[in-house]
């Protein structure tokens, strides 16, 4: 209803800028015309300017030549009436039922209005009356041009009020006939806006627009049925990755066994013997891989819980570090702890369990993607109120249209058309979730040492009185 109000506000705004343009034009254009009617100098200015250029010799009476052509130009006779109230001179165009005597009554007539309804106006002559005579369908003479005082003198004020009146009976007809319209518009407006936020949406159809309303009812109903589809998808999804890491687990377990039997065997040649430890290898990460897929499902739908504790960042990262040190003694991926001795406690609210599983999956990443060796540099700092874990290396790095590419892909499992390319993906989606739900952010790029950067950032847990880091 708030939209509808808006809307209200903005007609009725609108309205009032035109009542009041409306007018400023019409008194404009009044202006320019009375302005060019004016410039002619009118009928009374033009009847004394012939009486002015009537002039009386001993042959008679004479009109300037300029004053003539006008007369003409324009259909205008005169005629002149002696004291006596006969006409003395007169043009020669004079219509014949124009008469040529005038009693005192008639001389009031035409001096007031007309002469055989031809409108007629007056000058002074030192010989006596001049009358010019127009068309008759030039102008309109207002024959009682008398008017009551009181009624002039209360004519602003009046005109003021009355325009007040006007104004509001208009906008009181405006709004009442636009009132059905706003309100259809209102539920409308709310109900779009409802769609935006995901709610489901049922308008009544009925008024000016009804069509509209049923629109946004079907549009509701078509979202709601791809809402219940997109659900029914992701749940089959789970349950089918949850089903397959189930299967892969009891035959994966057998081919790991075997394969572990097989390098504590002494009867294998070399060659027969680093082919079961390939085995054991790839079969160890065909695990690692399933564990991810799994964790990763479960965090995207919150199914994972959370045992939320307060622990020291830079301990537990150490301990990853000497585990890591201690499981991998290969030579091709030593692992250096870079953080600074003065940075002894950096108390976060961690779930132990998954933090580990994030830093490690960052140090696996990069053993992943650097067969030929590196060397992997994992940093713990204190940073104001955030504590940074950085996990870098000095590899093959990741390239400016990759780091692009990983930055704006959303999620693992999203369809594309590179379905044969090896990325930094599922590892890091383990990441992003993990982080996420404890309320940190993930940063990755380029390492200052050449190769790739993952920066890991949570809100420092601040000490409570009583409870001092141990």
């Known amino acids: 209803m708030k939209n509808a109000l808006k809307l209200l506000r903005r007609m009725v705004l609108g309205l009032l800028g035109v009542m009041v343009l409306l007018p400023v034009v019409n008194i404009l254009i009044l202006m320019f015309t009375l302005w060019d009617v004016h410039g002619n100098g009118g009928p009374y200015s033009l009847a004394q300017e012939t009486a002015d250029a009537l002039t009386k010799d001993g042959s008679g009476y004479h009109l300037r030549t300029d004053v003539q052509e006008r007369l003409k130009e324009e259909g205008d006779w005169a005629v002149l009436v002696d004291p006596s109230g006969t006409v003395v ?14 009693s005192l009554t008639a001389v009031v007539q035409l001096t007031r209005g007309y002469i055989a309804d031809y409108p007629t106006f007056p000058a002074e002559d030192e010989n006596g009356l001049l009358v010019l005579g127009c068309a008759k369908d030039s102008y309109w003479k207002h024959l009682y041009p008398a008017w009551d005082y009181q009624l002039i003198s209360k004519a602003v004020p009046y005109a003021g009020i009355a325009i007040l009146i006007n104004v509001g009976v208009i906008i009181l007809i405006y709004v009442i006939t636009d009132m059905k319209i706003l309100r259809s518009v209102g539920p409308i407006m709310d109900g779009i806006q409802n769609l935006s936020m995901g709610k489901e949406v049922c308008l009544q159809k009925k008024g000016l627009l009804a ?28 349950n089918w990755i949850a089903g397959v890491s189930h299967d892969i687990r009891t035959p994966l377990s057998m081919v790991l066994g075997y394969a572990g039997q097989l390098t504590d065997s002494e009867n294998l040649s070399e060659e027969e013997y680093r ?41 537990l990262i150490r301990q990853i570090v ?7 003694p290969e030579d ?33 990443n990069s053993v992943n993607h650097n067969p030929s060796g590196c060397t992997i540099y994992v940093t713990v700092e204190h940073m104001e109120d955030v504590c940074q874990i950085r996990v870098e290396d000095d590899g093959v790095g990741i390239s400016r249209e990759e780091l692009k590419r990983l930055n704006e892909t959303p999620h693992y499992m999203l369809c594309d058309e590179n379905v044969t390319g090896q990325r930094h993906g599922l590892g890091l989606l383990i990441v992003r979730q993990i982080v996420d739900a404890h309320g940190g952010e993930v940063e990755v790029g380029q390492s200052g040492y050449g190769g790739f950067l993952a920066k890991i950032r949570i809100k420092i847990q601040k000490e409570e009185a009583g409870n001092a880091p141990s």
């Open 275 to 315: 082919k079961a430890e390939v085995i054991c290898r790839q079969g160890q990460r065909i695990k690692n891989l399933i564990n991810d897929l799994n964790l990763a499902s479960k965090l995207e739908y919150d199914m994972q819980p959370l045992h939320m504790e307060r622990v020291n960042a830079v301990a």
């Open 332 to 364: 091709a991926y030593p692992i250096c702890w870079m953080t600074e001795e003065d940075v002894g406690v950096c108390m976060i609210q961690a779930d132990p369990g998954l933090l580990k599983r994030a830093v490690g999956n960052l140090i696996q």
């Open 211 to 238: 069509d509209i309303a049923g629109s946004v009812n079907r549009t509701s109903e078509i979202l709601r049925e791809k809402e219940c589809g997109l659900k029914k998808k992701e749940t089959a999804r789970a």
């Open 89 to 102: 001179w007169q043009t020669e165009n004079l219509p014949a039922e124009v008469p040529k005597t005038y």
């Open 322 to 328: 000497v585990d890591y040190m201690n499981t991998e």
